[in-house]
């Protein structure tokens, strides 16, 4: 393994310049001083919940006998094999509406939230584009989200994409003044996956249907940590995914209302009328169960591990704000309990990953694209300078971390910090 020293990883080496490409490429650890102590054989503390999850040993031993024992195909309802499938996908659909005060009939399975989020925005748009083409969403969503949108906007629909306060928080205000009588739908992010912001979703869904508005929510990074509720938060569409949650990745789900009012998004994947009608495509019986497992232990625990987390995340916070030039972006209370995005003023955001990469393992505030690194678009919305956004990194808190773990991530980072301002001096 090649060493490099802080000077080149910080300047020699500027990853505003090099593509993600060549920046894969690289296999060496930076501060050699600090990574020689660890074991060979260590791996880096995972803060990186935000991005995905280990699969939880629970929800492990629940998948298990649908591949090789119970391993029927839930549409051959002819043969006891089927009838198990079958049986298995219908109580899980139960517990993940259960979870979000739904009924079984209203959860469709995807392949993630991805397809949840394409189905519910392109779906509601080709359903009732003859009622209106205008689509409102927030500059903070996850490109999902907004990619789904501006394909729409080259077939003709118009988008409205509402800024947010310094905060995170969407202003209601401009949201109410954004509606138009063709105002078809309202996608709004439960939580954010960078900043960890909670938006204020009873109100959303409130404005949204006395104004006879669709209202979606990608909750990929709520469910199960959050309460979420589709009938008193107005919730017309919802998008999961079981990844974020300790389930397997390859799963999810969207919610479709199918009662006052019933919402009726047309199909974007078709080919046997599976998931009535919906999404066609054989469903995978171990990752829905495995899904409605993480969710029922989520839900079953939340109150627990949401004080748990958020007892970490603010001893994380009370040592790196010990720092000179630290600064805390999104809503100071009103955000996933497990979520801390802090910018490192004077230090570049993929140095000081690198820098930590041998013992920390997080995710920059900065999003990358095929050909250069831009500056997050979630952070830009806040009001970030391109500097600040740069200098930020997300640290996502999980399940499975502990304080003492918390401690070793904060000296890591604020020794690597200093080392990297020393260097630039």
Request: glycine share 8%; with cysteine.
């Amino acid at each position: 393994m090649v060493l490099l020293s802080a000077y080149a990883v910080a300047f020699s080496f500027s990853p505003r310049s090099v593509a993600r490409s060549d920046r894969s490429c690289y296999n060496f650890r930076v501060f050699p001083d600090r990574a020689s102590q660890l074991p060979m054989t260590s791996r880096p503390i995972y803060l990186d919940a935000h991005a995905t999850t280990p699969t939880d040993d629970r929800v492990v031993e629940a998948m298990l006998p649908y591949f090789s024992q119970q391993f029927g195909n839930p549409a051959s309802i002819t043969h006891q094999y089927g009838w198990e499938a079958e049986a298995a996908v219908k109580k899980a659909r139960e517990a993940i509406a259960s979870a979000i005060n739904a009924s079984p009939e209203e959860i469709i399975f995807t392949s993630g939230a991805t397809e949840a989020n394409n189905l519910a925005i392109k779906g509601i748009a080709e359903a009732y584009f003859s009622q209106g083409r205008h689509i409102v969403t927030v500059a903070t969503e996850h490109n999902a989200v907004l990619d789904p949108i501006a394909y729409l906007e080259s077939l003709g629909f118009e988008t409205t994409i509402l800024p947010v306060n310094a905060d995170g928080l969407l202003d209601l205000d401009k949201l109410e003044s954004a509606l138009r009588s063709d105002t078809i739908l309202v996608s709004v992010m439960a939580a954010n996956n960078e900043i960890g912001v909670l938006q204020p979703m009873a109100e959303i869904g409130s404005m949204c249907r006395d104004r006879g508005v669709f209202f979606h929510t990608d909750a990929a990074q709520a469910i199960g940590k959050i309460p979420i509720n589709v009938e008193t938060q107005n919730i017309d569409l919802m998008s999961l995914t079981a990844h974020k949650i300790y389930g397997p990745k390859g799963i999810g789900a969207l919610y479709v209302r199918r009662r006052q009012p019933r919402v009726r998004p047309a199909a974007q994947i078709h080919g046997g009328g599976h998931e009535r009608g919906l999404r066609s495509g054989t469903l995978y019986p171990p990752q829905i169960v495995g899904f409605a497992k993480a969710v029922e232990l989520g839900i079953s625990q939340m109150e627990t591990e949401g004080d748990r987390l958020q007892s970490l995340r603010d001893r994380l916070w009370q040592q790196l704000s010990q720092l000179d030039g630290v600064q805390l972006n999104g809503h100071p209370t009103q955000r996933l309990p497990g979520n801390l995005n802090v910018s490192f003023s004077g230090v570049d955001g993929q140095a000081l990953l690198l820098g930590i990469q041998p013992v920390v393992a997080v995710s920059s505030g900065s999003a990358c694209t095929s050909a250069k690194i831009e500056p997050s678009h979630v952070l830009a919305a806040l009001g970030l300078s391109e500097e600040r956004a740069y200098a930020s990194i997300r640290f996502g808190i999980g399940r499975f971390n502990t304080t003492e773990e918390i401690d070793v991530v904060a000296r890591e980072t604020i020794a690597t910090v200093k080392s990297l301002r020393r260097a630039k001096s």
